[in-house]
């Protein structure tokens, strides 16, 4: 008899059901696990000699359906069944678990037993490694100056008791994998976990899913492929050097694309989408990028980054356009960024309205006096204005005396024409929190109405998106939208032929982007 234990346990629609449950942690639905797995070359499950690691591990997931193509796809060269999955448990199937609870549910869907050596276990595996493969320690975060020095964690967060998850994870916290298996592996792959709390303000996180790609690379797979974040297309908050790593790294092969995460994660948000993607060693070339949106796949290959830019523009339809509005221009001196203020236009934090003693400056005013100064801010959700004398001591005044226009800092999701912001047009005298970002100068309030008008025109907003990937409306954002003539107002019309734009790549646009009127 083959293994009838085996096929009677082995049970995959459970992990689909704990992939839609709600998680700290997103757990990966076995339908996409199998079409990350579908990236791989199929003959890899069909030599024994192949060597797969998983190591962030959750459900077991990626090592299941590894196990069950190496299933059949050894059994030309393997014909007993008992003997062939001693083989692939003992021999290809390698992971390390993110938790104790994961560990044990990873066994439980691998081997049919959380225990490995148990008599239910599909393989017995030797008592000398009651985990079998997939492995499991708990160990200490490395703290120094209130941050573990390996993966950036809180000590006010995760410095915890025996009693509860610390949250260092093996994998990046100085585990030497070679020596723990010894062997090298031919395949990793896996979900990371994709943040951990930094201890700022809120609920403010670092991300971690970059340092599990690295990692991995580290180790020199033949491939390598994982689910992540695509928030690491812009950079930003610890990913400047990922990003500039990944979109330069010509050995990404191929990269699947969602701007709506719940496409792959039911009933997940994660701001910015997420993406998948093979790293190949012996590859070296354009990408192959496929973008999701419901039901269309745009398919396009190319380099992850455009010459002489730093970031990766994911729509591909927006590439022709880019390249024809910067044809003739210069965009270092042409850049709408080049007048966006940064964070705190006048110093003024967010809570400033609050108690502008905690930055050791004077009391403000809720009802102006005859030559006040004017500021706009926030009390709780509501814009309200404030006001100061001309003479208050303000940490900086740049643009105070002249025309402006204050956008939002946060505004949107982060998909595709979501720019849609409620802007001020503000005079002299007028000044913000960092509530807002400002643009200017400018000389006349024409102008600032012009440009106004210009920042909700389809065509503004469509170059927006290059690099809005989240909520987040900084400086930066504005980078590949050019500066125009603000003594005329522009409609969309005028913009496109200027640009000499096609008329499919002014259906996208005009498709993809609602009007603001």
């Excluded at 410095?159 to 010894?182: M, S, W």
């Excluded at 990922?242 to 050995?251: E, S």
């Excluded at 987040?472 to 969309?492: C, E, L, M, N, R």
Aim: hydrophobic share 35%; aromatic share 12%; glycine share 6%.
């Amino acid at each position: 008899m083959e293994n009838s234990l085996f096929k009677s346990v082995y049970n995959p629609d459970v992990l689909s059901c704990i992939a839609n449950l709600s998680n700290d942690e997103v757990f990966t639905p076995p339908e996409l696990a199998n079409k990350i797995i579908d990236m791989l070359p199929q003959e890899l499950f069909e030599n024994p000699d192949t060597t797969f690691l998983d190591p962030c591990c959750k459900s077991g997931v990626f090592l299941r359906e590894i196990a069950k193509r190496l299933i059949k796809g050894l059994e030309g060269q393997i014909p007993d069944l008992e003997k062939r999955i001693e083989h692939i448990f003992s021999k290809q199937l390698f992971g390390v678990a993110i938790t104790e609870l994961t560990s044990l549910l990873s066994r439980r869907s691998v081997y049919c037993s959380k225990f490995p050596s148990s008599e239910f276990s599909a393989y017995q595996f030797p008592e000398d490694k009651p985990q079998g493969n997939i492995i499991y320690q708990r160990i200490k975060h490395t703290w120094k100056d209130g941050k573990c020095i390996y993966c950036g964690a809180s000590q006010g967060e995760y410095d915890r008791g025996a009693d509860l998850e610390t949250h260092a994870y093996q994998f990046i916290h100085n585990l030497d994998v070679k020596k723990v298996f010894n062997m090298k592996f031919d395949v990793i792959i896996g979900n990371p976990p994709y943040q951990l709390s930094d201890g700022g303000a809120q609920a403010s996180a670092k991300p971690i899913y970059n340092m599990f790609v690295e990692q991995a690379i580290k180790l020199n797979p033949r491939y390598l492929t994982m689910i992540i974040p695509a928030r690491w297309y812009t950079g930003g908050k610890g990913l400047d050097t990922f990003r500039d790593k990944m979109i330069n790294d010509k050995r990404i092969r191929i990269l699947h694309d969602y701007v709506d995460a719940s496409e792959c994660f039911s009933g997940v948000e994660i701001k910015g989408g997420v993406c998948y993607f093979l790293w190949d060693k012996n590859y070296s070339g354009e990408c192959e990028i496929f973008k999701h949106k419901g039901n269309e796949i745009d398919i396009s290959k190319r380099y992850l980054v455009e010459k002489g830019e730093s970031i990766f523009i994911r729509e591909n339809k927006l590439i022709s356009i880019m390249r024809k509005v910067w044809a003739n221009s210069k965009i270092e001196k042409d850049s709408f960024e080049t007048i966006v203020s940064s964070m705190k236009p006048y110093g003024l934090r967010g809570d400033f309205f609050k108690d502008p003693s905690k930055y050791g400056l004077p009391p403000i005013k809720e009802v102006a006096s005859d030559g006040d100064l004017r500021i706009l801010g926030l009390d709780g959700l509501k814009r309200v204005y404030r006001y100061i004398p001309q003479a208050y001591p303000l940490p900086k005044r740049d643009l105070l005396n002249y025309y402006k226009i204050f956008i939002p800092r946060n505004v949107g999701s982060g998909e595709f024409g979501d720019f849609t912001p409620t802007t001020v047009v503000a005079s002299p005298k007028d000044l913000c929190t960092e509530t807002f970002v400002q643009v200017g100068p400018f000389h006349s309030m024409n102008e600032a109405n012009n440009a106004d008008n210009y920042l909700r025109t389809k065509f503004f907003r469509a170059l927006i998106s290059i690099r809005k990937q989240d909520q987040g409306a900084s400086k930066a954002v504005y980078h590949f939208v050019p500066i125009q003539d603000f003594s005329k107002s522009w409609t969309d019309k005028e913009l496109y032929e200027k640009y000499n734009l096609t008329q499919e790549e002014i259906e996208f646009i005009e498709t993809m982007i609602t009007s603001m009127e």
